[in-house]
């Protein structure tokens, strides 16, 4: 491994919930906007996993429910 750049995956309440990491750019070194648009990827994936979560919440909660709007 040459570069690495890693950055956290937080939730809404800023509790890290994970992390993005990218190795080996492929040419020279990682700039601040490779940064930010990790940082921007991990905004969108901490979004993506709370849907999901939510999702799961309520396909528990009333799975006939679910059944009946969702076929």
């Avoid at 491994?1 to 809404?12: A, F, G, K, M, N």
């Avoid at 930010?36 to 990827?41: G, K, P, Q, T, Y």
């Avoid at 429910?65 to 076929?71: A, G």
């Amino acid at each position: 491994t040459r570069t690495i750049l890693c950055v956290p995956v937080r939730d809404s309440g800023n509790k890290i919930i994970g992390a993005l990491q990218v190795l080996n750019k492929v040419v020279g070194a990682f700039s601040t906007n490779d940064e930010d648009l990790l940082r921007s990827l991990a905004a969108q994936v901490a979004i993506a996993v709370r849907n999901a979560e939510q999702v799961d919440q309520i396909q528990r909660r009333r799975p006939d429910q679910w059944e009946c709007e969702f076929p």
